[in-house]
């Protein structure tokens, strides 16, 4: 099982960014999928997540009307087009896939884990 994750960079405060997560080696389609960050001396959170049929969306309140989760069943790929970006978005993100469709706001459901892409957004 592979989650490779990509599309971080170095922006300014009001960029957008595109983050991907190309998935293999696990059945995608009926996964659900989520994505998570996690800044410099933090714990882990919550951002976006996705069910497997992708008709339910979840945003963390901090990210919700900026960032927008979907998913591509065909290509195996999760996204996240994140816009209007803050300095307080600086962290590196995760993509995190699990079955089931409950409570996706939680990292302890999730089974498989990619390994990261850095955002960090300057001011």
């Known amino acids: 099982v592979q989650l490779q994750a990509s599309g971080g960079g170095l922006v300014q405060t009001g960029a957008s960014l595109r983050l991907s997560c190309a998935a293999s080696?696990?059945?995608?389609?009926?996964?659900?999928m989520g994505w998570f960050r996690q800044a410099p001396g933090k714990e882990r959170e919550f951002v976006a997540a996705i069910n497997r049929s992708a008709d339910s969306t979840y945003y963390a309140d901090s990210v919700k009307g900026r960032f927008t989760i979907s998913r591509d069943n065909a290509k195996n790929t999760v996204y996240l087009q994140m816009n209007s970006l803050k300095p307080e978005d600086t962290a590196v993100y995760y993509c995190g896939s699990r079955n089931g469709g409950a409570n996706l706001q939680y990292s302890r459901y999730y089974r498989y884990w990619g390994q990261g892409t850095l955002v960090t957004v300057s001011s």
């Open positions: 080696g696990l059945p995608f389609s009926r996964n659900a």
